[in-house]
């Protein structure tokens, strides 16, 4: 099932019978992004008439047959222009809403019974935020990524009950328009961040003690990163590389989006990536080399996609 934005509805399209099922109307101005809760059955919605509506499904599957209840949130009072959310086993739930205020505001709600509570404001001025992706780094902790208009991202770290910047990645050269996050079976976790540059940068972030653990002493790798330190508590620190910049686009990279495919014994992580110079490539890591390669290049018209 895919969600998109029209105007000032919602539409559910199913893409096994290419056909729109449903419209979600509650939206006063136009839909600006959509985003399935990640780990749960909502969707997230933001709008130009300053609102974030959290959209559930009257029901056990998530399917448009069913009927939609909605649940604007509190203390929006600016244009949104991007949404994500994340839940931890169908009970605690994170949403985080970018607005044109420059600030990032955060709900979360501490069950399915509960109603969301806005927690934090993260303001940026004169800076100005235009993108956030967020993942569970640890078991109920959450991590998120802001990328800003000047040039940078910065990565944060739920504790002591609110987010709490923790690392700025500065490696971008103009505007960073979009970031994603994967988790690996493997434990590590891919952050691709897209800009305005034509690139895409993929970063890993592994856990310090298991970094250690994974480079044999009598090892020294050709190339090597600077790394970088994510602390997420006083006991628990990540280390952040860059691993690869991608370079295929020839103009702006709008968004980027990750796509993970498991199978019997292994998995397999596949990045999409869309640009302002009407292409959009899936990239692929090539096993053999330990390079990101371009395996699909496909023309079509810019614009915001899920991959």
């Given at each position: 099932?895919i969600a998109y934005g029209s105007s000032n509805?919602?539409?559910?399209?199913?893409?096994?019978?290419?056909?729109?099922?449903?419209?979600?109307?509650?939206?006063?101005?136009?839909?600006?992004?959509?985003?399935?809760?990640?780990?749960?059955?909502?969707?997230?919605?933001?709008?130009?008439?300053?609102?974030?509506?959290?959209?559930?499904?009257?029901?056990?599957?998530?399917?448009?047959?069913?009927?939609?209840?909605?649940?604007?949130?509190?203390?929006?009072?600016?244009?949104?222009?991007?949404?994500?959310?994340?839940?931890?086993?169908?009970?605690?739930?994170?949403?985080?809403?970018?607005?044109?205020?420059?600030?990032?505001?955060?709900?979360?709600?501490?069950?399915?019974?509960?109603?969301?509570?806005?927690?934090?404001?993260?303001?940026?001025?004169?800076?100005?935020?235009?993108?956030?992706?967020?993942?569970?780094?640890?078991?109920?902790?959450?991590?998120?990524?802001?990328?800003?208009?000047?040039?940078?991202?910065?990565?944060?770290?739920?504790?002591?009950?609110?987010?709490?910047?923790?690392?700025?990645?500065?490696?971008?050269?103009?505007?960073?328009?979009?970031?994603?996050?994967a988790q690996l079976d493997c434990g590590q976790?891919?952050?691709?961040?897209?800009?305005?540059?034509?690139?895409?940068?993929?970063?890993?972030?592994?856990?310090?003690?298991?970094?250690?653990?994974?480079?044999?002493?009598?090892?020294?790798?050709?190339?090597?990163?600077?790394?970088?330190?994510?602390?997420?508590?006083?006991?628990?620190?990540?280390?952040?590389?860059?691993?690869?910049?991608?370079?295929?686009?020839?103009?702006?990279?709008?968004?980027?989006?990750?796509?993970?495919?498991?199978g019997t014994g292994f998995q397999k992580a596949?990045?999409?990536?869309?640009?302002?110079?009407?292409?959009?490539?899936?990239?692929?890591?090539?096993?053999?080399?330990?390079?990101?390669?371009?395996?699909?290049?496909?023309?079509?018209?810019?614009?915001?996609?899920?991959?």
């Open positions: 099932l509805s919602v539409v559910l399209y199913s893409s096994r019978d290419c056909v729109a099922r449903r419209s979600l109307r509650r939206h006063g101005g136009r839909v600006n992004c959509v985003a399935w809760i990640v780990g749960g059955e909502e969707l997230v919605t933001g709008s130009a008439d300053s609102a974030v509506v959290v959209w559930k499904p009257e029901g056990k599957k998530r399917g448009s047959g069913l009927e939609w209840s909605s649940k604007a949130l509190s203390g929006v009072d600016a244009s949104v222009t991007a949404v994500k959310g994340i839940c931890l086993h169908f009970r605690v739930t994170f949403v985080v809403a970018v607005t044109t205020n420059s600030t990032v505001l955060v709900w979360k709600r501490s069950s399915r019974e509960s109603d969301f509570e806005r927690v934090q404001v993260l303001a940026f001025h004169p800076a100005m935020g235009l993108c956030v992706d967020l993942i569970w780094i640890e078991e109920d902790v959450p991590c998120m990524a802001v990328g800003l208009d000047g040039a940078t991202v910065r990565l944060y770290s739920w504790r002591d009950a609110r987010f709490v910047e923790s690392l700025v990645l500065d490696r971008h050269t103009d505007w960073v328009r979009g970031v994603s996050f976790i891919l952050l691709a961040t897209c800009s305005q540059d034509a690139s895409v940068h993929v970063w890993s972030i592994v856990e310090q003690a298991k970094a250690a653990r994974g480079t044999p002493k009598d090892e020294t790798p050709l190339l090597k990163t600077k790394e970088l330190v994510l602390k997420i508590s006083p006991e628990t620190t990540y280390v952040v590389s860059l691993e690869s910049i991608l370079l295929g686009h020839e103009d702006w990279v709008y968004s980027v989006d990750w796509g993970l495919t498991r596949r990045l999409l990536s869309c640009s302002m110079d009407k292409t959009m490539i899936l990239w692929e890591l090539d096993e053999s080399c330990g390079l990101w390669m371009d395996k699909v290049e496909l023309q079509t018209y810019f614009g915001v996609f899920s991959y």
